[in-house]
């Protein structure tokens, strides 16, 4: 069983940056694929960016592809989603996921283990 944490949302202009963080309790990632996704209102939930279990392979969305940048420290359990450029769109509850295995993947039904959510909201 693996417990993740999502931290760091908050309010923010838009041009403005925030870092999210994911923490797993107990264990590193070093066995675990993990992806960002969000979900704004009456929309569906969006696949953002993922990474491998070694760190060594990420993937993004078009929609946030130059602005997001995700990446593991696997000594402090820690996957971070550092977003810049934010815009009014970018509002969400943002939620990161972990699957057993090195390969991620862009659909979040292929995760086994998903956080409570952060909320980030990017005023105009």
């Known amino acids: 069983q693996v417990q993740l944490v999502e931290s760091g949302g908050g309010l923010v202009q838009a041009g403005g940056s925030l870092r999210l963080s994911c923490a797993a309790s107990g264990r590193t990632f070093n066995n675990y694929a993990v992806g960002w996704f969000r979900r704004a209102p009456g929309k569906d939930r969006e696949f953002l960016a993922a990474i491998s279990g070694s760190g060594g392979s990420t993937a993004y969305a078009d929609s946030v592809k130059g602005r997001f940048t995700i990446s593991t420290y696997n000594a402090e359990n820690t996957v971070y989603l550092q977003m810049t450029d934010l815009k009014p769109e970018d509002t969400a509850v943002y939620y990161c996921?972990?699957?057993?295995?090195?390969?991620?993947?862009?659909?979040?039904?292929?995760?086994?283990?998903w956080g409570q959510g952060t909320q980030v909201t990017v005023s105009s």
């Open positions: 996921g972990a699957r057993t295995g090195w390969y991620y993947y862009t659909t979040g039904a292929t995760y086994e283990y």
